[in-house]
């Protein structure tokens, strides 16, 4: 299976997911920009399974741990205690010859999901843009998954998926009529989120808060780090209507070439 595909077969689960996925706290609005990263994982997956099983025969949609079955947080080599698991590895029906779902996997796959506005509106975009261009381990940025998913001996093939809940200026208009918009989190707690929302577009003078413009610093940051990586492909999903400040997501893969293998300098940053 192409990478191409996967992320076609994951762009096609969002609009479902997104509707009934599980937030990270419970008075939350669902939505898969209120959610997490591995729940996100997770319930896409899910939904791609129930979809088309016969693409992934004999999956486990369960985390490993400490087991040897499981497709999702799959221990690194020589990975002790609470370090980083990868997030999904799993082998297709067109996968290489005795590709299997346990230690011979076709796809070792890193995702990094951002978030450029809250659920309430607020700009997060200054901590979203570290993570997409920052050379620094400490912010937590795709650079790390890059680096670290090529290192995954179980995976064959080996990709990082940008998960981005993008805001564009038209969600104005759809949070000024969407019948969640002062849905409170508490009922002494008034929230109206288009107050918070105006504020952020105010500071950013109109502009939308996006992932595209800054994938080129993203490839450029690869390349510096000297990352062999394939072309991006870019699946963008529009009209999702469950939460009123996120009707949009951006994903967006990369697959990473295994022969490289970096490390950190001591100064910490990564290479």
Same mark, same amino acid.
């Given at each position: 299976?192409?990478?191409?595909?996967?992320?076609?077969?994951?762009?096609e689960?969002?609009?479902?997911v997104d509707r009934?996925?599980?937030?990270?706290?419970?008075?939350?609005?669902p939505s898969i920009?209120?959610?997490?990263?591995?729940?996100?994982?997770?319930?896409?997956?899910?939904?791609w399974v129930?979809k088309?099983?016969?693409?992934?025969?004999g999956?486990?949609?369960?985390?490993r741990g400490?087991?040897t079955?499981?497709?999702?947080e799959?221990?690194?080599?020589g990975a002790?205690?609470?370090?980083?698991?990868?997030?999904?590895?799993?082998?297709?029906?067109?996968?290489h010859?005795n590709?299997?779902?346990?230690?011979?996997?076709?796809?070792?796959?890193?995702f /990094? +999901? @951002?978030?450029?506005?809250?659920?309430?509106g607020?700009?997060?975009?200054e901590r979203? #843009? !570290?993570?997409?261009?920052?050379?620094?381990?400490a912010?937590?940025?795709?650079?790390?998954?890059?680096?670290?998913?090529?290192?995954?001996?179980?995976?064959?093939?080996?990709?990082?998926?940008?998960i981005?809940?993008?805001?564009?200026?038209d969600?104005l208009e759809?949070?000024?009529?969407?019948?969640?918009?002062e849905?409170r989190?508490?009922?002494e707690?008034?929230?109206?989120?288009?107050?918070?929302?105006?504020?952020?577009?105010?500071?950013?003078n109109?502009?939308a808060?996006?992932?595209?413009?800054?994938?080129?610093?993203?490839?450029?940051?690869?390349?510096?780090?000297?990352i062999?990586?394939?072309?991006?492909?870019? /699946? +963008? @999903?529009?009209?999702l209507?469950?939460?009123?400040?996120?009707?949009?997501?951006?994903? #967006? !893969?990369?697959?990473?070439?295994?022969?490289?293998i970096f490390?950190?300098?001591?100064?910490?940053?990564?290479?």
């Amino acid at each position: 299976m192409e990478l191409e595909q996967i992320m076609n077969r994951l762009a096609e689960q969002v609009a479902i997911v997104d509707r009934n996925i599980t937030p990270t706290q419970n008075y939350y609005i669902p939505s898969i920009g209120t959610s997490s990263e591995p729940t996100i994982v997770h319930r896409l997956v899910e939904e791609w399974v129930k979809k088309h099983p016969d693409e992934l025969p004999g999956i486990m949609l369960n985390k490993r741990g400490k087991g040897t079955e499981g497709c999702f947080e799959i221990k690194y080599p020589g990975a002790k205690g609470s370090e980083k698991k990868l997030d999904f590895g799993f082998s297709s029906s067109t996968g290489h010859e005795n590709s299997d779902n346990l230690d011979n996997l076709e796809w070792a796959i890193e995702f /990094k +999901k @951002i978030n450029w506005i809250g659920g309430t509106g607020t700009d997060q975009s200054e901590r979203a #843009v !570290g993570k997409l261009c920052s050379p620094y381990p400490a912010t937590g940025p795709i650079l790390s998954d890059a680096l670290r998913v090529i290192k995954h001996s179980h995976g064959t093939r080996h990709a990082v998926i940008l998960i981005s809940p993008d805001v564009h200026s038209d969600q104005l208009e759809l949070c000024k009529n969407h019948p969640d918009r002062e849905r409170r989190w508490k009922p002494e707690n008034p929230n109206d989120r288009i107050i918070a929302l105006t504020n952020s577009f105010k500071k950013n003078n109109g502009y939308a808060f996006e992932a595209e413009p800054l994938l080129p610093f993203v490839e450029k940051i690869f390349e510096y780090k000297e990352i062999n990586f394939n072309e991006r492909i870019i /699946k +963008k @999903i529009t009209g999702l209507t469950n939460h009123p400040v996120y009707s949009r997501l951006t994903l #967006v !893969g990369w697959e990473i070439k295994k022969e490289n293998i970096f490390k950190f300098r001591p100064s910490g940053i990564l290479e």
